[in-house]
């Protein structure tokens, strides 16, 4: 984006985070944390900052594991074009499959039974995160 554009009060924006971050928000780990924290309107997905980004819980992540979560293949296709579920790209597919996998490898170590079991490790985390903090969970999953 250019210093003219201009987010919305329905947007949100991550200005100069990491490639990685981005892998954390598409993921299915993060999308579960989502749906429980953050909550749906109808059938739709409501975001919140300060509730979903803030409070996710990952651990620390190794350069090996940046590198591993950083992608950009298909720069600069817009969202439309790659989501496309007819049109859809075989290896950005296969992409999200392999986030998935490494956010379970650092996770956990192995992949996770069901949603239930991702929201238990993430609210273990989470419990961690906010107790090393003294109960002020404002940095962010970026910054954790």
Known sequence: ?????????????????PLWNMALIASRLHLVWIATVCGKLETR???SNPLGWNTFPV?????????DLT???HFPATIADLYDPKT????????????????????IGRRFR???ERLEKLFELYTKMAAERGGKSKAGAGKF
């Open 114 to 116: 069901n949603d239930t």
């Open 1 to 17: 984006m250019s210093a003219h554009s201009i987010v919305s009060d329905n947007a949100f924006a991550l200005f100069d985070g």
């Open 45 to 47: 997905y409501r975001y």
């Open 59 to 67: 651990q620390t992540r190794t350069e090996k594991n940046k590198t």
């Open 71 to 73: 992608r950009e293949a």
């Open 88 to 107: 859809m790209p075989t290896d950005l597919r296969a992409a999200h499959e392999r986030n998935d996998e490494t956010l379970k490898r650092i996770s």
